[in-house]
């Protein structure tokens, strides 16, 4: 609990020195797409739609659906860590208040997954999405939903889920997960 009150306070100084009509506007916006991470299952989809790009997709919905298992299924309800307004902050929450636990960050922990899943594709594509994710990140900081490290750990947690559909997708093209296979 001390450990909250310190990322508590860290978090409304920041808070206190970034908050303007601008970013209040343009975060919940960032934010949108983790929202059950519906914009992430559309990219995915979308991916999956396309013959060019369909290997890239099938890595992405892997890579969510990993992330689902290890962040909501497991760590959520694990940590059961409370979210900073339930902690009484100051300011009105500029998003609909989430109803889950705080750690870690599952819209950050999507962001990263779908990101790190377009290795393969290139950094023409990685890179924006990864630039994405960590403004994903950042979002959920700003409006006060998550703690610094919700956001690092759904970070991580994310990278890794990508990474992981990254070696299983390439395993499984090449044969090396042969007795899969049959």
Not at 2 to 31: K, Q, T, Y
Request: aromatic share 10%; proline share 6%.
């Amino acid at each position: 609990m001390r450990w909250n009150l310190m990322e508590l306070r860290w978090l409304e100084g920041l808070h206190d020195l970034l908050a303007c009509r601008f970013l209040d506007g343009l975060m919940p916006i960032v934010s949108l797409p983790g929202n059950g991470g519906w914009g992430f299952i559309l990219l995915a989809a979308v991916l999956l739609a396309i013959p060019k790009t369909r290997k890239y997709g099938c890595t992405m919905a892997l890579a969510l659906v990993l992330d689902v298992f290890l962040v909501n299924l497991l760590l959520k309800p694990l940590a059961g860590r409370a979210r900073p307004y339930d902690l009484g902050i100051s300011y009105p929450l500029l998003v609909h208040a989430p109803g889950d636990f705080s750690f870690p960050s599952g819209h950050t922990a999507a962001a990263f997954a779908a990101a790190i899943s377009l290795l393969p594709a290139g950094k023409r594509i990685w890179v924006p999405m990864t630039i994405y994710a960590a403004l994903m990140g950042l979002s959920r900081i700003y409006l006060m939903v998550h703690y610094p490290t919700d956001v690092f750990a759904g970070a991580v947690c994310g990278a890794l889920c990508g990474l992981t559909a990254v070696w299983l997708s390439s395993h499984w093209k090449t044969g090396r997960l042969s007795r899969w296979n049959k």
